[in-house]
């Protein structure tokens, strides 16, 4: 590695003969490198291309070497110029036999025309006459790009091309990588400057353990990053992703194993109330046998001297919430206090009433709290559950404010838990920490999670699963309709309700909007009301107060309502038997979890139920794509709804769709492991996930603290912001 002057021959005299030695000292970690080194510093780099590099996150040597290719392209057999194929990638090499500029329709057109034994083809590039000067004739070139065969004559335009001077071509004649790149900034540039950084790499120390690597038949990390920048082989190549997978995934498990066994070493509580009798005596029904499977774990956990940590996972309409009652019973009747929290005002009122209804005959006492209730009704809610007077409590984020106190928590329970980050659910926890053991902690979501994203997003939580619906759930039959097809939704609207039924109408907007085309859900409501002047036609949204909130839900409830206008405060939740009917306004504009959430508010009673997917005819989702072009996201999502009401099909899909780092909100919500995986995927990584994942509980499990020596480096990429950091291992 070379330093490079500063470039002003000003700053050289001023700095004097020794000022590159005043520049912050690294750790070298290999001969002739140091990763903690300025990127300027970097042959070929200096100062101003270090500014450039700096936009895309690259500051020191070690980022620069993990700035990793985002493909490879195969320029290793160069093709006689008479053999390319329109269309294709193809890499060329001969003599520059003549050039010329031009000005067209108001474009500068450079055409340098490149020869070989074989024929010629011109090399086109727009408004960049200087490469004219660059390439004179009797240059020797290598050229790649986009072949394009016009009336007999060979075109490739804006190609990359490297003269042929004798030495080693970087960018020709191999498995080339292609880089994220930004302004000014060219693939040639970063590609000199990472290939003169490979020859220090040897000796560099692993960040992972000799062991693991062995026992993984992984290459070593010089030899991976060499291998992912520069790959002598696709095969070399694939043994370096591997290789760079595996330590991303280990790294992320390595932190959910040390927060699991952390846990796992505090004090919890050993509830000790039987509570089976009560239990059956407080449910309305006889719980289902994946249901009575769950709660058994739950309350093995609960009984435990260690904090229960655990995820209860179960698609809508499987009885979650009989379950988490259940197991707030036998805390509150070991003498404890219980708060469950909830994402949306709407969620926590309907567990409320839910809830307030199972306990009330037990003599339990239930308190809500949330942001819109008034000031004093908070302060007394407040004041309730400090005095121990409250059991159990229901609430927003307005639980985990200043102020808040419990007398005795025990248990914590978290629904929706994906719109929600680690931090606040352990602050919540935190507020029952003061009395000598730490509260158990039941997290539960109805979005089914693919088993790959449950062990990045969920891996230090132990996973139960309500794997079955309660006897006599009917599937909910799923359409779609164009929306110049309202008048048949609306006429099926007629028929069930004059049935006795009732039905959801979902619209995305409250009002109108002039930035989208979205029917809102205010306008929609006074539509329905001209259209079925005989019926009930109530409006539901997050901007109405919360005591109009809930007489709206309980008139519908109690049937008073025929047809509920809404926005999706009613996604999660709602419980009414009697409605079948659920029609979704615009349901390309919703993510698929969120459509899965809103189809499960029917079906939930003895009727058979429909969800009706209303969208542009534009979207069709079974009409065939236009040449060239797959069917928008939207459509897709609409197509899957159709096509399977199996949860966990769908967050497959949605996962697909959406990718690994912006399904379930996980950037949104305070858990930053899949923002930080820079090349592992956990769609197409799964094996590598499953052995990573092994490997670093094993490795924990045997080091709890991981005080061992050779440790010592894994302690430090614990600690490590960034996921992709060196931490070399000793």
């Known amino acids: 590695m070379e330093r490079q002057p500063s470039g002003r021959a000003s700053d050289r005299r001023r700095a004097g003969p020794g000022a590159s030695a005043a520049r912050p000292a690294g750790r070298a970690v290999g001969p002739g490198i140091d990763l903690d080194a300025p990127v300027q510093y970097v042959k070929g780099v200096g100062p101003r291309r270090a500014e450039q590099l700096s936009k895309l996150g690259v500051q020191t040597v070690g980022h620069l070497l993990r700035h990793l290719p985002r493909r490879h392209e195969d320029r290793s057999r160069l093709k006689p110029i008479r053999l390319v194929a329109h269309g294709a990638?193809?890499?060329?090499?001969?003599?520059?036999?003549?050039?010329?500029?031009?000005?067209r329709r108001g474009l500068m057109i450079t055409r340098v025309l490149l020869a070989d034994e074989s024929g010629s083809a011109q090399l086109v590039w727009f408004n960049q006459p200087h490469v004219q000067r660059r390439f004179p004739v009797g240059t020797r070139l290598v050229a790649h790009g986009k072949v394009e065969r016009r009336y007999g004559a060979i075109q490739i335009s804006s190609p990359e091309c490297e003269v042929i001077t004798g030495g080693d071509m970087v960018g020709m004649g191999r498995i080339v990588p292609v880089y994220p790149l930004t302004e000014g900034l060219s693939q040639p540039a970063v590609r000199n400057a990472i290939f003169s950084l490979l020859p220090h790499l040897r000796g560099l120390p692993d960040t992972l353990p000799a062991a693991v690597r062995e026992r993984h038949a992984?290459?070593?990390?010089?030899?991976?990053?060499?291998?992912i920048h520069f790959p002598e082989s696709w095969e070399a190549r694939d043994a370096a992703l591997r290789r760079l997978v595996f330590e991303e995934f280990f790294r992320l498990q390595l932190r959910l194993a040390a927060r699991k066994t952390a846990e796992e070493a505090r004090s919890g509580i050993a509830f000790h109330a039987d509570v089976a009798d009560e239990i059956a005596a407080m449910l309305p029904f006889t719980l289902t046998g994946a249901q009575a499977r769950v709660l058994a774990e739950i309350q093995a956990d609960m009984r435990a001297p260690r904090p229960m940590h655990r995820l209860l996972q179960g698609d809508v309409g499987s009885g979650k919430t009989a379950v988490a009652a259940a197991a707030a019973l036998a805390a509150i009747r070991s003498g404890f206090q219980v708060g469950l929290m909830a994402p949306t005002e709407t969620l926590a009122e309907q567990h409320f009433l839910t809830l307030q209804r199972l306990f009330a005959a037990r003599g339990v006492a239930v308190d809500l709290l949330t942001g819109s209730l008034a000031e004093r009704e908070r302060q007394?809610?407040?004041?309730?559950?400090?005095?121990?007077e409250t059991a159990l409590v229901i609430g927003t984020h307005a639980l985990i404010q200043e102020g808040v106190a419990f007398r005795r928590l025990g248990l914590v329970i978290v629904d929706e838990q994906h719109r929600f980050g680690v931090v606040q659910r352990q602050s919540l926890r935190e507020k029952g920490f003061g009395h000598g053991a730490a509260p158990d902690l039941l997290v539960m979501t109805a979005t089914p999670i693919p088993r790959t994203l449950a062990?990045?997003?969920?891996?230090?939580?132990?996973?139960?699963?309500?794997?079955?619906?309660?006897?006599?759930?009917?599937?909910?039959?799923?359409?779609?309709?164009?929306?110049?097809?309202?008048?048949?939704?609306?006429?099926?609207?007629?028929?069930?309700?004059?049935?006795?039924?009732?039905?959801?109408?979902?619209?995305?907007?409250?009002?109108?909007?002039?930035?989208?085309?979205?029917?809102?859900?205010?306008?929609?409501?006074?539509?329905?009301?001209?259209?079925?002047?005989?019926?009930?036609?109530?409006?539901?949204?997050?901007?109405?107060?919360?005591?109009?909130?809930?007489?709206?839900?309980?008139?519908?409830?109690?049937?008073?309502?025929?047809?509920?206008?809404?926005?999706?405060?009613?996604?999660?939740?709602?419980?009414?038997?009697?409605?079948?009917?659920?029609?979704?306004?615009?349901?390309?504009?919703?993510?698929?979890?969120?459509?899965?959430?809103?189809?499960?508010?029917?079906?939930?009673?003895?009727?058979?139920?429909?969800?009706?997917?209303?969208t542009d005819p534009r979207h069709n989702p079974f009409a065939p794509a236009a040449e060239g072009q797959g069917a928008g996201d939207g459509q897709r999502r609409t197509k899957v709804m159709v096509e399977t009401t199996d949860g966990f099909r769908i967050?497959?899909?949605?996962?697909?769709?959406?990718?690994?780092?912006?399904?379930?909100?996980?950037?949104?919500?305070?858990?930053?492991?899949?923002?930080g995986l820079r090349i592992?995927?956990?769609?197409?990584?799964?094996r590598e996930l499953e052995e990573a994942r092994s490997a670093a509980f094993a490795l924990v499990a045997a080091d709890p603290g991981l005080a061992r020596a050779e440790h010592a480096g894994l302690r430090r990429a614990l600690e490590s912001p960034v996921p992709g950091e060196f931490t070399a291992v000793g």
């Open 651 to 675: 967050a497959e899909e949605d996962l697909q769709i959406r990718g690994p780092g912006e399904v379930y909100g996980t950037r949104q919500h305070g858990f930053d492991a899949l923002g």
């Open 455 to 614: 062990l990045t997003l969920y891996g230090d939580l132990d996973l139960s699963v309500i794997d079955a619906l309660p006897p006599g759930r009917q599937p909910v039959v799923t359409q779609w309709f164009a929306a110049d097809e309202r008048d048949i939704v609306c006429e099926f609207l007629r028929d069930q309700v004059r049935e006795g039924r009732q039905a959801y109408y979902v619209c995305p907007l409250i009002e109108e909007s002039e930035a989208l085309y979205a029917q809102s859900a205010v306008e929609k409501a006074e539509e329905l009301r001209q259209v079925f002047p005989r019926f009930r036609v109530g409006l539901l949204h997050g901007r109405m107060r919360t005591p109009d909130r809930a007489a709206t839900m309980a008139a519908f409830r109690a049937g008073a309502v025929d047809v509920l206008v809404c926005t999706t405060v009613i996604e999660v939740g709602v419980d009414v038997p009697n409605a079948t009917v659920m029609v979704i306004e615009d349901a390309d504009r919703f993510g698929l979890a969120q459509l899965h959430q809103l189809r499960g508010r029917v079906g939930r009673g003895g009727h058979r139920s429909y969800c009706l997917l209303v």
């Open 680 to 686: 592992a995927n956990v769609l197409r990584d799964a």
């Open 89 to 103: 990638a193809e890499t060329v090499s001969g003599s520059v036999t003549g050039a010329a500029t031009e000005r």
């Open 380 to 388: 007394a809610a407040r004041e309730r559950l400090s005095a121990g």
């Open 218 to 227: 992984l290459v070593d990390l010089a030899e991976a990053l060499a291998g």
